[in-house]
């Protein structure tokens, strides 16, 4: 079976935001198109062009939200200072709505341009 990482960034019991990858099962409903995962209720979406010379000290996500690349890519770093470097064509999933949150950072000075997929209702 085919399958498609997603990053998650979540909030820990020690109220520190962590990275743990999540593997998105394909061929659930393959068909002639491709190959394709269950479905996943969304709430909305949002279109973003964040600056080359965004640098963002630790903050929350707003809200349960899938984030996908189009171009560009950041830089996020998590409370154990882990860092990881999501690039264009990548999907990662915000969920540190409390805690400590992360920092997100514009990387080689690069616009990214990105969608955000809300799960939750604002």
Same mark, same amino acid.
């Given at each position: ?18 990275? &743990?990858?999540? $593997? ?9 198109? @491709?190959? *394709?995962?269950?479905?996943? /209720?969304? !709430? ?30 950041? &830089?996020?770093? $998590? ?9 264009? @064509?990548? *999907?990662?999933?915000?969920? /540190?709505? !409390? ?24």
């Amino acid at each position: 079976m085919q399958t498609m990482k997603v990053t998650r960034i979540y909030t820990g019991d020690d109220g520190q935001s962590h990275f &743990e990858d999540i $593997v998105v099962e394909l061929g659930v409903n393959a068909n002639k198109t @491709g190959q *394709v995962s269950e479905r996943f /209720d969304a !709430t909305g979406l949002i279109f973003r062009e964040t600056s080359g010379n965004y640098d963002y000290d630790f903050h929350n996500a707003p809200r349960r939200q899938y984030i996908v690349n189009l171009d560009g890519a950041v &830089e996020i770093t $998590v409370g154990s200072g882990e860092k990881r470097v999501l690039s264009a @064509g990548e *999907v990662f999933l915000a969920e /540190d709505t !409390t805690g400590q949150g992360h920092i997100s950072k514009a990387v080689n000075g690069k616009i990214r341009h990105s969608l955000f997929i809300t799960l939750d209702n604002d």
